[in-house]
């Protein structure tokens, strides 16, 4: 507790709360505007932290994240259209509610959730990561191949187009992470005689092509609907807050929800949000009410949501070992600024992890502050033709590129990745697991050598340590479990 | 051709694979007692082509109907913008690329609308001008050098 009252040292610098400001209002806006995900402007806004202090860096990207949840309800409620993916289910209850001409009491109920769910998400960080932080202290070589096996195969399966895919998609990026000078013997993989290549392929670039380029190439031609958002009445909205009281239960099991499912690898909030929906339509006595526009089926989901969004941090930060692709992303800024996550981190930088979970908060106050009186700004932002976002994205990512290494051949990276990853987008692979592959693959590698070479090839060492067999039994169970759900035919089921 | 379109995903990631597969024939090995540089990017380049044959023969026997919305205009202004960044951005400086670039990606689009393209591309240069050369210290010029 007093190394996060502590943290709230580094989080109140002036530079840091200026960026952990603009990162949530950055978030909130791409929140809101549907078809530009928080993960692609997370990659385009990476190159731009490279010169600022790591702590500042991650402390505006994570905003960007956790922005993102706030404002991707507002677009679900006025418009039916989901900001982004973990925001989808707010459009069952929350559009017919705007319908009814109380979109002012859902968007007070959505922002008041993503609140109340965020800060639960955040204590939940607090108490349990110094308890994973000691635990995961004593892991060697095995046990950190086991957990990255684990996320890997959690990478892999938790997408809806069936293992197999996720499967070829992770291989695929485990390959290109295999680029560059291999550390065990120094030689020179896949180089191509380009010195360029030897430090591997760029994450930014990687992260760009895959994600940033075909959102652009699938939303370019496409005609935008015309359909106007909703009005909002500001004063109808606090007119609502009396009406409150009704969805604390809601908020509390959505945030149960939400925060125990953040940190599974492949879970996150998309996933925590859905679930989340489906118990509060089970606990209740008149299931048929919700789609209807009760608020509780907005409250729960969009505490979920922003809980998970918190509580993903908890493997990344405290274990090295990305849940999302998001998270990947994060752990690759943290990378390029010459800082390994894990378990040593929260012991040699308490003031980045501790800075990092205050700011969480401060940002959650930033936005809520921020949007009860501003909703309708953000509502009208919707209505600003999609056109002019297009060609401003590929100027980012070609100039933010290039100033990785100042050179142009990770702008040659992102048109290959780009055009790959649009050719598999429409093939219906999808690229979350290629970028959790490339990122871990490496690290998988590297333990896997070290454990080898620890126990002169002897492969039980592997298994030497419960935690390991643990680890190894719920990746066994995961994958299992992606097998047999691929064979039963599936109902309408949420896009990972 | 239906069947190839249907397979097209399946192949296209069992020929990176396979691409994969003889650029690490050279390395070594090892064994997996003591394994080599090779051995990793071996193993995965299997992976890769056994799952993309799967993939390609289970779309084929569900006649998936290979790619959906596949959009072939965008995908070619999109590529040709990034190239022409490429290409151009150290030469002839932001604000000609960002121009030349924003034209290109307009020609996506059913009809052209030239004065809008035009103020967009002045626009995003001297934004995109002041926030990476001015604000980042990017060793990039405004106007061409020559």
Redesign the interface.
């Known amino acids: 507790m007093t190394d996060f009252l502590s943290g709230f040292a580094t989080a109140l610098q002036p530079v840091n709360l200026l960026y952990c400001f603009a990162g949530v209002i950055l978030g909130n806006i791409v929140g809101v505007l549907p078809g530009i995900g928080a993960i692609a402007a997370i990659s385009i806004l990476l190159p731009l932290t490279f010169s600022l202090d790591p702590t500042t860096a991650v402390i505006m990207l994570a905003g960007v994240y956790y922005g993102a949840e706030y404002g991707g309800s507002i677009a679900s409620i006025l418009l039916n259209l989901p900001g982004t993916a973990s925001n989808a289910i707010t459009t069952l209850d929350g559009y017919p509610l705007a319908r009814r001409g109380e979109a002012g009491l859902a968007l007070l109920t959505a922002q008041i959730s993503s609140f109340s769910g965020g800060t639960l998400g955040i204590v939940a960080m607090v108490v349990f990561s110094p308890l994973i932080v000691s635990f995961s202290l004593s892991f060697g070589p095995a046990e950190y191949f086991a957990t990255l096996l684990l996320g890997l195969v959690a990478g892999a399966s938790a997408i809806g187009s069936g293992p197999l895919k996720g499967i070829a998609m992770v291989a695929v990026g485990m390959l290109f992470g295999t680029v560059g000078l291999d550390l065990n013997s120094g030689y020179a993989r896949f180089d191509l005689g380009i010195p360029n290549l030897l430090d591997g392929l760029s994450i930014v670039a990687v992260a760009m092509g895959l994600f940033g380029i075909p959102e652009v190439i699938a939303n370019i031609s496409a005609s935008q609907s015309q359909e106007k958002p909703i009005a909002v009445n500001a004063r109808a909205m606090y007119s609502a807050f009396r009406r409150l009281g009704t969805i604390v239960p809601s908020v509390l099991r959505g945030a149960t929800v939400g925060g125990l499912l953040g940190p599974l690898p492949g879970a996150g909030p998309t996933i925590s949000s859905f679930l989340a929906y489906s118990l509060e339509r089970s606990t209740t006595r008149n299931p048929e009410e919700f789609g209807t526009g009760r608020i509780n089926g907005v409250a729960a989901p969009e505490a979920a949501n922003n809980a998970a969004a918190q509580t993903a941090f908890i493997p990344t930060m405290t274990l090295g070992i990305p849940g999302t692709p998001t998270m990947a992303i994060i752990l690759g800024a943290l990378m390029i600024h010459g800082i390994s996550p894990g378990p040593q981190l929260v012991v040699d930088h308490p003031d980045l992890f501790w800075g990092l979970v205050a700011s969480f908060w401060i940002g959650n106050v930033f936005l809520l502050m921020l949007n009860i009186p501003l909703i309708g700004v953000w509502a009208r932002l919707v209505a600003v033709p999609r056109r002019f976002f297009f060609p401003v994205i590929v100027a980012l990512v070609c100039i933010g590129v290039f100033g990785v290494s100042n050179s142009t051949f990770d702008i040659w990276m992102v048109l290959l990745m780009g055009v790959l990853g649009y050719v598999l987008r429409c093939f219906g692979f999808p690229p979350a697991p290629l970028l959790i592959g490339f990122v871990l693959g490496p690290m998988v590698e590297e333990y896997l050598r070290r454990a080898l070479m620890i126990s002169a090839g002897d492969y039980s060492y592997l298994f030497s340590s419960t935690t390991s067999i643990v680890i190894h039994c719920l990746t066994a169970g995961l994958l299992l479990w992606s097998i047999l759900r691929g064979f039963r035919k599936k109902a309408p089921q949420p896009a990972g | 051709m239906k069947t190839l379109r249907d397979a097209?995903?399946?192949l296209?990631?069992a020929t990176?694979?396979l691409l994969?597969l003889l650029?690490?024939g050279d390395?070594?090995l090892g064994d997996?007692?003591?394994?080599?540089?090779g051995m990793?990017?071996t193993a995965?380049?299997v992976?890769?082509i056994v799952?993309?044959l799967?993939?390609a023969v289970?779309e084929v026997l569900r006649g998936?109907g290979?790619?959906?919305?596949?959009?072939f205009?965008?995908?070619a202004?999109?590529?040709v913008?990034?190239?022409l960044?490429?290409?151009m951005?150290?030469a002839a400086g932001?604000v000609l690329t960002?121009i030349v670039?924003?034209f290109v990606?307009?020609l996506?689009?059913?009809q052209l609308r030239a004065a809008e393209t035009l103020v967009?591309?002045i626009a995003?240069?001297v934004f995109?001008w002041a926030?990476?050369v001015k604000g980042?210290?990017?060793?990039?010029s405004f106007l061409p050098d020559f």
């Open positions: 097209g995903g399946g296209l990631i990176i694979g994969f650029g690490a390395m070594a997996l007692r003591n394994m080599g540089p990793f990017p995965l380049s992976v890769a799952a993309g799967a993939i289970i998936s290979g790619a959906i919305g596949f959009d205009r965008a995908l202004c999109v590529a913008a990034i190239a960044y490429a290409v951005l150290e932001v960002t670039a924003v990606l307009a996506a689009r059913p967009v591309g995003l240069s995109a926030v990476f980042l210290g990017m060793p990039l």
